[in-house]
């Protein structure tokens, strides 16, 4: 069975630009979540997603939104982006709401220049 | 709010032997969860082992067994017989509640394992 898929997989934007990236979860799952793991930090949590609703935010401004759609796909947009959102995204699914274990992709990793 | 606390930047075990990762942790919550995930440069989270705060034996996945010490909140990864791909960053994460009620996991700053030849 396929795993959690991301892109892409590289990204170079400049400050003040837009950005999207995409997580396809493994199949079955319902529950998407996104983590942002700036270089040599453990990744903080930014969204968690269910059934295409947001069920839990962290501590990240307006500037981050994120949407879940009906084959359980997900988006993460992040607007007027700055020098400080360089950093590896990761995407986790899981197969519901409240589970024990959370499944990463490979991560997209952005750098603002 | 759950905390998770790892002391070791980076460890070095010579291949064949076993090495531990240290983890510490505070909650209030008196059910909780705690994980260990590997991150290779290519930098993919992998699942390694999970451990329930209610399990009354330790948690083991081939290689990996995690010493849970309830009283001392400490969750350490023991890897066994060390093999050359386990070099990578370990990161110890226990499960929290997000804004918004749903979970999440808090992560520590991780350790970085090199295994030499």
């Known amino acids: 069975d396929a795993g959690v898929t991301q892109s892409p997989t590289h990204l170079i934007k400049t400050r003040g630009q837009h950005v999207t990236l995409r997580c396809s979860p493994i199949?079955?799952?319902?529950?998407v979540s996104w983590y942002q793991q700036v270089l040599g930090q453990g990744p903080q949590f930014i969204f968690q997603?269910?059934?295409?609703?947001?069920?839990g935010r962290g501590n990240f401004p307006d500037r981050f939104s994120a949407r879940q759609f009906p084959n359980y796909s997900s988006e993460l947009n992040v607007n007027a982006l700055l020098l400080g959102d360089s950093a590896l995204y990761l995407c986790?699914?899981?197969?519901?709401?409240?589970?024990?274990?959370?499944?990463f992709g490979p991560g997209t990793r952005l750098t603002v220049l | 709010a759950q905390k998770i606390t790892q002391t070791q930047p980076g460890m070095f075990v010579q291949e064949k032997e076993a090495v531990t990762l240290d983890c510490t942790y505070d909650?209030?919550?008196?059910?909780?969860?705690l994980f260990w995930y590997k991150q290779p440069s290519s930098g993919e989270m992998i699942f390694l082992i999970y451990?329930?705060?209610?399990?009354?034996q330790n948690a083991t996945e081939g290689r990996y067994s995690l010493n849970f010490q309830k009283a001392r909140k400490s969750a350490n990864l023991v890897i066994s017989a060390s093999q050359l791909g386990d070099s990578a960053m370990y990161f110890c994460?226990?499960?929290?509640?997000?804004?918004?009620?749903?979970?999440?996991?808090?992560f520590g700053k991780g350790t970085k394992l090199t295994v030499n030849p």
């Open positions: 986790a699914s899981s197969p519901d709401l409240a589970t024990d274990t959370q499944y």
């Open positions: 199949s079955g799952h319902k529950s």
């Open positions: 997603y269910y059934e295409k609703e947001e069920r």
């Open positions: 909650t209030s919550d008196p059910s909780y969860g």
């Open positions: 451990q329930g705060s209610y399990d009354q």
């Open positions: 994460a226990m499960r929290g509640v997000s804004q918004g009620g749903s979970e999440k996991l808090v």
